[in-house]
């Protein structure tokens, strides 16, 4: 089965950085993805991730590791606004269509 | 212009009813989905349309009916609610299709239906 695992909560401090972690064991590997959800809304598209390595896209970057399985978003000088949820997903091939599996999300509360 | 557009976007409503959420893109995409997310906030795909198609049903109970009648729109009827129902159902669009694996398209998600069982 797929696989795919995030603490569910963290807690950082504004104007820190905070690493949230994600690992996975799939099949059919595609790539990456990175959501944001804040509460009662819909998941926005943050990043994704296809080879090795870290994308930086302002204060978010990403990172993935498709030999360990394993991925983490890196949010600098966190804001209030930044309190979401963030979630993990995996790109999958399903009989040549997208199928993305999600993580159950890590919930980021940013204190002053 | 709102691009994923779902209806409505609240549903109170009694165990054993029958209901339609409604769901539109207008960005043109050619794959369409539909997700649910529980109290836990999990997300978990339910079924996808490429191009008024059916390519993924996640074993869903066959109280739950997608229709596509165009690649622009779809909907999800669920027959004889159950308590379990109660969730957050999210509609999603992305430009999929043969040779996905080529590249990456993210999905677009609606404003989501908050369905409650009484």
């Known amino acids: 089965g797929q696989n795919i695992d995030q603490p569910t909560e963290m807690t950082a401090t504004e104007g820190a950085i905070v690493q949230i972690n994600c690992t996975y064991q799939t099949s059919g590997f595609n790539g990456l993805f990175w959501y944001q959800q804040h509460a009662g809304e819909a998941p926005t598209f943050l990043s994704y991730n296809v080879l090795d390595g870290l994308e930086e896209k302002g204060r978010f970057s990403s990172f993935l590791s498709r030999s360990k399985g394993y991925s983490y978003l890196l949010l600098k000088e966190l804001q209030m606004k930044d309190s979401a949820s963030y979630l993990c997903?995996?790109?999958?091939?399903?009989?040549?269509?997208?199928?993305?599996?999600f993580g159950i999300g890590t919930k980021l509360q940013v204190i002053p | 212009d709102t691009a994923v557009s779902q209806t409505p976007k609240y549903l109170v409503t009694q165990m054993g009813n029958d209901k339609s959420i409604k769901c539109e893109q207008n960005l043109g995409h050619d794959t369409m989905y539909w997700y649910k997310q529980d109290s836990k906030k999990f997300l978990k795909i339910m079924f996808s349309y490429n191009n008024k198609e059916l390519i993924i049903n996640e074993t869903v109970p066959n109280r739950f009916s997608p229709k596509s009648p165009d690649k622009a729109h779809l909907n999800l009827h669920i027959n004889s609610l159950e308590l379990g129902d109660s969730a957050v159902y999210f509609c999603a669009s992305s430009q999929e299709g043969p040779g996905a694996t080529e590249s990456f398209r993210p999905q677009h998600f609606g404003d989501g239906t908050r369905l409650s069982i009484l």
């Open positions: 997903a995996a790109d999958l091939n399903s009989g040549g269509y997208q199928k993305v599996t």
